[in-house]
């Protein structure tokens, strides 16, 4: 039996879930020129070992909670299990290579920065399909929210070529998109396994 499709309409891009984004979103776009000063002024604050302390600080705690969400993924959703592990050892060993090449510490903000948002944009499109379809397909939502996030990851490098104190690159726009593959696969990998992934009903 086909689904019935119902009308969208603007108010429903207006909803709490795509004003979260948007919000999110406007924060980056705000911060983004002021970014090189505040790197700037925390470089003359402190010592480069301090810096390079916090920052291996940081990359252990983010393993810790990488670890946690493995094991979670292990005993409550052992299908996805073998792919998570693949999927998040692939963004990690790119990380990496990023990293080697542009030793830059403060580059490596990109994945948290854009998996974020591609959670955020996931659940704003999971609440717009079901209300278009009745149900969710979670193929279709998890394609067009990395589609989206790497289409945002894009125009804010763009964005930043034409500030003053900022540059184009594209090994940023790659970390933006892996980010976002990032946030996608630890959602999708925590997230019940119900079984099928054709589609869930919209609640």
């Known amino acids: 039996m086909e689904i019935e499709k ?8 207006f909803t709490p ?34 810096i390079s302390r916090f920052v291996l600080g940081v990359e252990i705690f983010l ?24 999927i998040i050892s692939g963004i990690i060993a790119a990380s990496f290579l990023f990293y080697r090449k542009v030793p830059n510490p403060y580059e490596l ?15 704003a499109i999971k609440e717009l399909e079901g209300k278009r379809r009745g149900k969710v397909s979670e193929n279709r939502v ?8 790497g289409i945002l990851g894009s125009l804010d490098e763009l964005y930043q070529g034409v ?25 999708w990998g925590i997230t019940r396994d119900s079984g099928r992934d054709g589609g869930q009903s919209y609640k």
Do not use: K
């Open 6 to 13: 119902i009308r969208i309409s603007w108010s429903d891009y």
């Open 17 to 50: 879930r795509w004003w979260v984004f948007y919000g999110y979103l406007l924060t980056v776009l705000i911060a983004v020129p002021y970014l090189p000063s505040l790197i700037q002024q925390a470089s003359s604050t402190w010592s480069s070992g301090s």
């Open 63 to 86: 393993g810790v909670i990488l670890i946690a969400l493995g094991v979670i993924v292990f005993f409550y959703n052992r299908r996805r299990f073998l792919r998570f592990v693949v």
């Open 109 to 123: 903000t990109h994945l948290p920065e854009y998996a974020i948002m591609s959670v955020l944009i996931l659940q």
């Open 142 to 149: 998890y394609f067009q929210s990395a589609l989206i996030t």
């Open 163 to 187: 500030l003053p104190m900022r540059s184009f690159t594209w090994y940023d726009i790659c970390l933006n998109m892996l980010g976002g593959i990032l946030g996608l696969t630890l959602f």
